[in-house]
């Protein structure tokens, strides 16, 4: 048998061409004849290698124009079936899909999740998206135990083996294993097979036509690690051929038979390691590393320094003896560069930096990364410099813009038309319902600044309609109006997303539905949705709808909710391919597709733990030591083959490893196989690839940097209009104090708040819903010593909250512990009873100001009490905290002793005037605390109606010296320093550039 490797510096395809050529792989085929090219056969492992290696040949200066034949390993196509068999054999079986597979096992598993044992086996019930995400997985070992070669009874035979060892949760995990994989056939019947069984049966049909297809003629496999044993069979059949010869990739050359023999060994647990399975395959080869001879053969220290880095365990006590001096080291990483980045945001824009370098040098480029989202971040930061690059692995449908329309469209439905979903779907450019775009932005602003905002809706497309015969009232504020034209185009246009969504609405109201039923619902609503426009990912969407409808009766059967995670699950698996023309000098590839590439420059970016390589996860289905005690090959086998991929990227020339300190929002370290190199090759020599990353690292920064900043300072306008205005609310008088900006910006701008879009009740609101509850039942006349009054409260309650259906179990919690807030407050009103002679709520007042303008103040009190004595009691609930004693001594809370004031004065409304002798805070809150009382804090040795003259007086100072003349009028003149929250106008007064708060002090 003829073996040779190729070393990882050494461009695997243009070496394979070169020993084609020069005749070393042929053994002595005669090449003097002018088509003695196309009688060899050579066989790669991807598509992608295939056509690299024709360019290889078709560039190779004694190419006479016929290319070998050049064919994949088990190719799917028709095209692809390689060695037509002299013999009869059966028709290979016909292909299962993988959503199929998903939706046939989802039945089986759903059913063993509600069964005794799997209600032991889960804490919680499984969702729809979790039990479709789980056949998933019990997929994923069909697959493992076909591509091993094993069977249902090879796993169910090590449950008496290990009874005392695994749990009763696995042994009952082994028990379902036997049935979903003996019923699994079942359902697949003859003439029906898994694609890695199809594989395996075409993989042995080419093993075993190999000798009588090509007799003596040259036959070279290529490229493979023979990881599928058959693979290894193949490549043992063509290695015993003639002329056959098999190239493998990375070997190295340098392992001795003991450490061949410590690969195999299970105790040595070598399965992590990158030469574990071309180790395992020169056993099944029945060849030693000595039999192997180097094709290409072209020294290089940094090949031997990473295989020594990457040593099984027990060989790192020999580091010491094996790491060459500093030169070597040196020399070997002299044009590798560590690239370690803050964030994954960094790491993809440094990354799109040393690609646009290299690009600009006339350098071709290649991205390899395990990370997906990652792929997406750099490809989006090589557009800023107009550098269109496809991943390779493409996107998948779900985050592709067809799926991401279509979780607009589902969320809209599952959430009955809510503000947010709305607006999202109607500023999605692909929502075109097969009008222009101007008519639907047009629609887009009506219904978010006219219908959604401020105001609660019905649900649904209908109160969506009765929203619009709302704001076409007289009454309406001219603002917010919307006139008779716009109101019928309008609900013209709610009729058409009534319609599309007609289907997905009926489905949702069902107690159940199938998953062929919500991916047809789902389509036709998408595709009437996006009439019109151009949806990149439709072919894609339509592809997994049509097969979606093929199996309409398959799978679990669900409630609709969590429609969103069961779109996630049932999508899986399915690619949106990017058909545009792109540029062949820089790709960004996954391990699969990076294997035999030899761009001038490598980057391999996103070298965290747990991503290269993958954390070792064996799965829900079957534990480590299940597998082992199966025969079957662990978890790390992927890690070793992650690792191999790591040592043949090393070996180009010029190499960039990139991670980052933080994923996410949690702190990742890097990959194992970089801190091995690290300890390997020392600190000094990797600070010099750190530091030939930073420049890297320094640019990205620098992107984005603003050099010099120039903070805003405090605005302080000063409009040549006097008076500013002649009108405030009480409530507005501490602004005025505290921010007369605030009072510019509203008054003299005439800046209002928008209200926040889908705005979801809050304690705010529910602080409002209380006010309104105690005031009504002043207002209609209730008696508090009535043996009533409870059930009266919680009546008027009950009609209040009515409104809150969109948080109906919020609600009810609300309404619960509202009881004990009405209990309190018919304690309090009993007890003060004897001293009240009328009770007023939300009564309006006003006070006259004779200043240079007359001026108003106007306010409306909670309560407003006459007492027997002839004063008043001004009264104010609050759902927050009432100001501070320090605030009320300091005349700094000003709205009851202003509403003292009007009293005095005669300004509240059907209320004599009065002096006022109690201010009264009552704090309404949650638990047994629910109703607090508190007093005013006036200052020492001054009475109230003292105070509320003072009051009076430096507000009307305020009035004369801000509104009343050409006076600048600052931002945050006298900040609360307990506020916590953004005032109304901080966002326009720019206040974060200017202020800086450290504890008490504003700067």
């Known amino acids: 048998m003829r073996l040779f490797s190729?070393?990882?510096?050494?461009?695997?395809?243009?070496?394979?061409?070169?020993?084609?050529?020069?005749?070393?792989?042929?053994?002595?085929?005669?090449?003097?004849?002018?088509?003695?090219?196309?009688?060899?056969?050579?066989?790669?492992?991807?598509?992608?290698?295939?056509?690299?290696?024709a360019d290889c040949f078709a560039a190779h200066p004694e190419y006479a124009g016929l290319l070998p034949d050049i064919?994949?390993?088990?190719?799917?196509?028709?095209?692809?079936?390689?060695?037509?068999?002299?013999?009869?054999?059966?028709?290979?079986?016909?292909?299962v899909t993988g959503l199929e597979r998903r939706l046939v096992m989802s039945r089986l598993v759903a059913a063993w999740a509600h069964s005794p044992a799997g209600i032991q086996a889960f804490s919680?019930?499984?969702?729809?998206?979790?039990?479709?995400?789980?056949?998933?997985?019990?997929?994923?070992?069909?697959?493992?135990?076909?591509?091993?070669?094993?069977?249902?009874?090879?796993?169910y035979a090590i449950k008496e083996g290990m009874e005392h060892e695994v749990s009763n949760y696995w042994q009952q995990t082994l028990e379902f294993l036997n049935i979903a994989l003996t019923l699994w056939p079942h359902h697949l019947g003859p003439g029906r097979a898994d694609p890695q069984e199809i594989r395996r049966q075409r993989l042995d049909r080419q093993a075993l036509a190999s000798t009588h297809v090509y007799s003596d003629r040259p036959v070279i496999a290529a490229g493979s690690t023979g990881s599928i044993a058959a693979t290894a069979r193949l490549l043992a059949a063509i290695g015993s051929l003639p002329r056959g010869a098999v190239v493998l990739p990375g070997l190295d050359m340098d392992m001795s038979p003991q450490m061949h023999e410590a690969l195999l060994n299970p105790d040595s647990n070598p399965h992590g390691h990158p030469q574990y399975g071309l180790a395992r395959l020169l056993r099944r080869l029945g060849a030693g590393v000595g039999e192997v001879v180097e094709l290409c053969a072209v020294d290089h220290p940094r090949t031997t320094i990473v295989n020594h880095a990457l040593a099984l365990t027990e060989d790192t006590a020999l580091w010491s003896s094996l790491r060459p001096d500093d030169g070597t080291i040196a020399a070997a990483f002299g044009t590798v560069s560590v690239i370690r980045a803050r964030t994954e945001d960094e790491e993809a824009r440094s990354v799109a930096l040393a690609s646009r370098a290299a690009l600009a040098a006339n350098k071709t480029v290649g991205i390899i990364t395990p990370d997906r989202n990652l792929a997406r971040r750099i490809a989006a930061e090589l557009r800023r410099f107009d550098i269109e690059v496809d991943d390779a692995a493409g996107a998948p449908l779900f985050q592709s813009p067809a799926g991401r329309l279509s979780r607009q469209v589902l969320s809209l439905v599952t959430g009955q038309c809510a503000p947010v979903d709305l607006v999202a779907l109607l500023r999605n450019r692909s929502a075109l319902f097969g009008l222009e775009r101007a008519d639907i932005t047009i629609f887009a602003d009506i219904v978010d600044l006219k219908i959604l905002r401020g105001q609660r809706l019905a649900p649904g497309v209908a109160g969506l309609r009765k929203a619009v015969e709302k704001q076409t009232g007289q009454d309406v504020p001219g603002g917010r109006r919307i006139s008779e034209d716009a109101a019928e185009k309008l609900l013209g246009f709610f009729d058409r997303l009534e319609k599309a969504i007609s289907g997905l609405n009926a489905l949702s109201a069902k107690p159940e539905i199938g998953a062929g039923q919500l991916a047809a619902a789902l389509f036709a609503a998408v595709t009437?949705?996006?009439?019109?426009?151009?949806?990149?990912?439709?072919?894609?969407?339509?592809?997994?709808?049509?097969?979606?409808?093929?199996?309409?009766?398959?799978?679990?059967?669900?409630?609709?909710?969590?429609?969103?995670?069961?779109?996630s699950a049932l999508m899986t698996g399915y690619q949106v391919r990017n058909r545009e023309a792109r540029r062949s000098d820089i790709s960004i590839w996954g391990q699969i597709e990076a294997r035999l590439m030899a761009p001038d420059l490598v980057i391999l970016a996103g070298l965290n733990e747990d991503k290269w390589p993958a954390a070792?996860?064996?799965?829900?289905?079957?534990?480590?030591?299940?597998?082992?005690?199966?025969?079957?090959?662990?978890?790390?086998?992927?890690?070793?083959?992650?690792?191999?991929?790591?040592?043949?990227?090393?070996?180009?020339?010029?190499?960039?490893?990139?991670?980052?300190?933080?994923?996410?929002?949690?702190?990742?370290?890097?990959?194992?196989?970089?801190?091995?190199?690290?300890?390997?090759?020392?600190?000094?020599?990797?600070?010099?690839?750190?530091?030939?990353?930073?420049?890297?690292?320094v640019q990205s920064r620098a992107i984005d940097a603003v050099t010099s900043v120039t903070p805003a300072k405090r605005p302080l306008p000063n409009p040549p209009i006097v008076p500013r205005t002649q009108k405030l609310s009480v409530t507005e008088i501490e602004t005025l104090m505290r921010s007369p900006y605030d009072i510019y910006a509203k008054h003299v701008l005439k800046l209002r708040q928008l209200d926040p879009l889908g705005e979801e009740p809050d304690a705010r609101e529910r602080g409002t819903i209380i006010h309104a509850i105690f005031a009504r039942f002043v207002q209609e006349g209730f008696e508090v010593s009535a043996p009533d009054a409870l059930e009266t409260l919680n009546r008027l309650a009950a009609e209040e909250f009515a409104n809150l259906d969109a948080i109906g179990e919020r609600r009810d919690i609300w309404l619960r512990r509202f009881a004990t807030a009405a209990e309190q407050f018919l304690?309090?009103?009993?007890?003060?009873?004897?001293?009240?002679?009328?009770?007023?709520?939300?009564?309006?007042?006003?006070?006259?100001?004779?200043?240079?303008?007359?001026?108003?103040?106007?306010?409306?009190?909670?309560?407003v009490d006459e007492l027997y004595d002839g004063t008043l009691e001004m009264l104010d609930f609050k759902t927050g905290s009432p100001p501070s004693g320090a605030a009320m001594k300091a005349f700094e809370a000003p709205q009851l002793l202003l509403e003292a004031e009007m009293g005095a004065n005669g300004g509240m409304r059907g209320v004599a005037s009065a002096d006022t002798s109690a201010l009264t805070y009552i704090k309404i809150g949650l638990g047994p605390d629910a109703f607090k009382v508190s007093g005013f804090s006036l200052p020492p040795n001054t009475s109230l109606m003292e105070a509320a003259d003072e009051i009076n007086r430096r507000m009307q100072s305020h009035i004369e010296h801000f509104l009343l003349a050409e006076t600048p009028l600052p931002a945050r003149l006298m900040p609360l320093k307990t506020q916590r929250f953004a005032g109304t106008y901080d966002h326009l007064a720019r206040v974060a550039e200017w202020t800086a708060v450290d504890g008490d002090d504003e700067a």
């Open 616 to 697: 070792a996860d064996p799965g829900p289905w079957l534990s480590r030591g299940m597998r082992l005690a199966a025969g079957m090959e662990p978890p790390e086998r992927m890690q070793g083959l992650a690792a191999h991929d790591f040592a043949q990227a090393m070996g180009r020339d010029a190499v960039i490893i990139s991670y980052s300190d933080r994923v996410g929002s949690s702190p990742a370290l890097p990959s194992r196989l970089v801190q091995r190199l690290d300890a390997f090759i020392g600190a000094s020599a990797v600070e010099t690839m750190r530091e030939r990353g930073q420049f890297w690292i």
């Open 6 to 53: 190729i070393a990882p510096h050494t461009p695997f395809l243009q070496c394979l061409a070169d020993g084609v050529m020069d005749g070393r792989l042929l053994h002595d085929w005669d090449r003097s004849g002018p088509f003695w090219l196309s009688d060899v056969t050579i066989v790669v492992p991807t598509q992608r290698a295939r056509a690299l290696l």
């Open 528 to 567: 009437a949705v996006s009439q019109g426009a151009p949806l990149h990912g439709r072919d894609e969407l339509a592809r997994w709808a049509a097969d979606m409808e093929k199996l309409a009766e398959e799978g679990h059967r669900f409630a609709p909710r969590g429609l969103d995670a069961v779109l």
């Open 827 to 863: 304690n309090f009103e009993r007890q003060r009873d004897p001293l009240v002679r009328k009770r007023h709520a939300e009564i309006e007042g006003q006070l006259e100001l004779k200043l240079a303008y007359d001026f108003l103040i106007t306010g409306k009190a909670d309560r």
């Open 124 to 155: 919680t019930p499984p969702t729809a998206a979790e039990i479709f995400s789980m056949s998933d997985s019990l997929g994923t070992v069909i697959d493992d135990l076909q591509i091993e070669e094993k069977s249902a009874s090879d796993l």
């Open 71 to 95: 064919r994949t390993f088990g190719g799917d196509d028709a095209e692809e079936e390689p060695f037509l068999p002299p013999y009869d054999a059966p028709p290979m079986p016909l292909g």
